[in-house]
């Protein structure tokens, strides 16, 4: 059983559409993550959500808006996609916002 | 400046020495320290994690901690290829409840 999922592995699109991203975990944390990771590597949170209530908004344009239903599931969604958006997006969670986080597999997204 | 800084590398060491992995960080209220391995194409997954002053060893890695001087390093005994990968450090820091990563050393261990 994979603990923490996401859907879909790979999304290419075209500029201007809107796309969105799944990630659920089975693991009972209260604490969940969206990171960009771009082509260089740096790893850099967007988003952190504790028990469906949002922690943290890293100064990320408003055209990404996470939306938890249940402390399980955190999905991105992206309008009007722009060539910088291109990079891989992680999902992660955690029991508790200092302990160790458990990441999903990655979305690697290209904006064409 | 950035608030967690590594050197990117590459770090090139043979198989069998020690490969010595640095990182610094800005803020002084940061509490604890974790390392990530990161292969190509892969997620991140932690080796180490510490919390206080010294050294803390777990097989052949050993995370130290010296918030005096705010750095933190990973050494890995006897490198093997499997090691090849890129190392993340991150700071978490309470105030701000984020972990913030550093831009990762890519190591090679050569044969």
């Known amino acids: 059983d994979t603990a923490v999922s996401q859907t879909p592995k790979y999304l290419v699109t075209q500029m201007g559409n809107d796309k969105s991203i799944k990630c659920e975990q089975n693991l009972g944390h209260d604490t969940m993550y969206w990171y960009k990771q771009d082509s260089k590597k740096f790893l850099k949170i967007m988003f952190s959500y504790n028990n469906k209530e949002l922690i943290i908004n890293e100064t990320v344009p408003n055209r990404f808006s996470p939306k938890s239903p249940d402390k399980a599931h955190l999905n991105l969604h992206i309008n009007s996609l722009e060539l910088g958006d291109s990079a891989v997006y992680f999902c992660?969670?955690?029991?508790?916002?200092?302990?160790?986080?458990?990441f999903g597999s990655g979305t690697q997204l290209s904006v064409l | 400046q950035k608030e967690v800084e590594q050197n990117s590398g590459p770090l090139s060491v043979p198989e069998g020495a020690i490969a010595s992995l640095n990182c610094t960080y800005s803020d002084r209220g940061s509490q604890s320290f974790f390392w990530y391995r990161q292969y190509s194409g892969k997620s991140p997954e932690l080796i180490m994690f510490?919390?206080?002053?010294g050294d803390k060893e777990d097989g052949r890695f050993t995370a130290q901690l010296n918030k005096a001087s705010q750095y933190v390093s990973l050494l890995i005994r006897d490198s093997q290829p499997s090691d090849s990968a890129t190392y993340l450090c991150a700071a978490y820091t309470g105030t701000a409840s984020k972990l913030t990563f550093g831009t990762g050393t890519r190591l090679q261990v050569t044969l």
């Open positions: 992660a969670s955690s029991k508790q916002e200092n302990e160790k986080l458990f």
């Open positions: 510490i919390y206080s002053n």
